[in-house]
């Protein structure tokens, strides 16, 4: 393989943090300017000698600074490696159901938020809140169990309730099935790994990108890597955009932020490094529509008030971090991060039933610190390799919430016409209504023996202990019951691993069988406080909370993987069962504590297809199926009994293909399916009464090289402007909106 790359000199841009759209604007204008009057200097380079590593093997070649450096060369659909050391094989080799988009396929499909390009992926659908679906950030339901806690970047837990953006990102891994070997505490269905961009001492480079389109859409990014010596090197991500919510008008969004990554290496064998992200919004968020007969009502224009409904949240977050090899197959990791995010918002729904809106309101603001530390071992014992990973983590998570409240609470407005200037008041936010601290120390032990050529066995034992402190404040609850201040204090360990083993008897192909498990703690949902069915604290009819086990899940996963047209293209099979016991169930009332201790039961099984690469030489992929089952096998109500899940989608398929027609000139398309689904409580069965259809989008996509610096992307999401909705609240009376048709054009200039 050989690859050339430039050197290109550039400024280090500053941002100032704003929410303004002024100060945004003038804020990328600055470091586009910066980047465009930089000096270029070109040069090639070309790597003399072979390096053999366990997982790469860069031969004759020179590293693309911009390339996703954990991606196949020449196949920019897919990955080779996961970014997790603690993953010691290839994606191929390792025995789990793996799904990685990369930074290729993220820019061909013109996704910009996390929860977009996840959502579209098979087995993951989005979870709800009120009034908004997302209000409080990402939430995720993966193969039918929630995971909005399962959010990670770089390898660390990140809590904040925050939408995430894709400008500073290599690569998303969504790793299926209960992981808590690797993840800690939940990961039932899976968890999501972002994977930022980083610094390097090998190039600079500068990228600038502008894009418009329909919906008053704008965005523009900044990427440039800085070389300031052999040992030093910094790297800055900017980003600014807006654009209003397709054929949604007055919900809009905008977004700007930063992330700046140095890297210090003194010597081969040990490097340090550092980022701070920034990352602000100023939204106002659509609120879905309602059901009608049944049916969501397609002709239904209601989209908030102005004047009451937003949404802000924001995040600074700084990780640092060392890799030493300190010879002989030994290496030593650790990683720290400290983060901080805020978020507020009043959406505000129309109600079908009382003819007039219903606000919803709160606020949140999340203080993180986390500690990881692996050591690795990589050596032959006697005959046998074996890939020892000891490990420890630490993580102190701290979360106040409160409320929001509107005067008048609600207006008279006609859905089909609505006036949304019709409110006019107060908004009040409340003082601190509850404050969580959940402290958590893990220790982990994980090895991977290589007994010969055919297999190898995977394994891994964790332990997690926590201390969980909640406290809250009187306040009024549903149905005017005033609701006491109360603390809610109890400390608990548990147990987890996982094992595998790989036989591949075939050059190409193996088969592989897998086991692993998870915990879910009582009360670990940092956004729930005491809604107990929202996975908040539970109290069963006696008062107990600290006595609840926590729920279990374990999985069972039988599968095959194949490398093939000289590794540039990758078929996956599996099939798959995940049983989560002792489910805690929220009780009539989930919106208190009221609930009942480890007295549900319920499965999922079913089937996952993947293919990601280059199917021809012209043609790359990335293709995915999941068809699933879910049963309720018990419960605290007989009736939820043999219920499916809620917002689950028994059937999904996502295919994106991408066809280079000429040096130049690429296009092509992407497909989403989503089965009928469900609405409902989490974990407790599915309302049979409340039901969305299922649905097909269309996009499509081209770009055009014009020369070695400037290529062109046009977009067109949902070509046939498709009414789909993704979710159902709970209740059933908020159902929540796809995205019109919007097309955006955007260029890119490399320095």
Known sequence: MSSNYSIKRTSQPSMEPSLRKNNGQRVMATSLALAISSTMVGNLYAAEDEVNLDTLVVEDSGIAAEANPYAEEAAPYKARVLSDSRHTREIADTPQTMTVITKSAIEDSGKTELKDILSAQPGITLGTGEGGGNSFGDRYIIRGYEARSDIYTDGLRDPGLITRETFALEQIEIAKGPSSTFAGRGSTGGAVNSVTKKANIWDDF????????????????????????????????????????????????????ALLSGVYQPLDEFKVLA????????DRTDPGTFMNNGKPDDDAKYVGQ?????????????????????????????????????????????????????????WQENDYIGNQTNLTIDKMWGDVRHTVIVGGEYANEQTDAGGYSATPSSVVVDPYNPDNNA????????????????????????????????????????????????DTEERTGRGGVIIPAATYEYDDGFWNGHLGVVYSPWEHGNVYVSWSTSSNINGGEADAGTNCGYGGICVD??????????????????????????????????????TKDDVIEGGNDSYQTGGSLNTGKNRVHGVELGLSGNITDNLSGQIGAAVMNSDTLKSFDEENEGRSKANFAEKSANAQLRYQLTPAFAFGGTMTYSSEMLGGQPDEGASGSIKLDGYTVYDLFASYQVNEQLDLRANLQNVFDKDYYTAVYRGGSIVYKGEARNAQLTARYKF
């Open 206 to 257: 500068t990228t600038v990108e502008g894009g418009l389109g329909t919906d008053a859409f704008q965005r523009y990014t900044l990427d440039t890597n800085k070389v300031l010596s052999d040992e030093v090197a910094i790297r800055f991500n900017g980003l600014y955009t807006e654009a209003e919510v397709p054929d949604r008008a007055p919900a809009e969004k905008r977004r700007e932020g």
């Open 306 to 362: 102005s004047g009451l409904d937003f949404q802000e949240t924001g995040a600074d977050i700084f990780t640092l971090g060392f890799e030493w090899e300190l010879g002989d197959g030994v290496k030593l990791e650790n990683k720290s991060r400290v983060g901080s995010t805020e978020n507020s918002y009043i959406v505000t729904a129309y109600s079908s039933r009382s003819g007039g809106t219903r606000s919803f309101g709160g």
């Open 541 to 578: 009819d006696a008062g107990n909370y600290a006595s609840a086990d926590p729920e279990q899940s374990t999985n069972w996963e039988l599968g095959t993987k194949w490398n093939l047209l000289d590794h540039r293209l990758l078929l996956t099979a599996a099939v798959f069962q995940t």
């Open 423 to 470: 409110w006019s008041g107060t908004k009040t936010r409340s003082d601190k209504l509850s404050a969580l601290e959940l402290e958590t120390i893990s220790a982990y032990v994980m090895d991977t023996v290589t007994l010969n050529e055919d297999w190898e066995v995977f394994g891994g034992v964790r332990y997690d202990r926590f201390d969980y402190a909640l």
């Open 275 to 282: 980022d701070y992200y920034y990352a602000r919004s100023d």
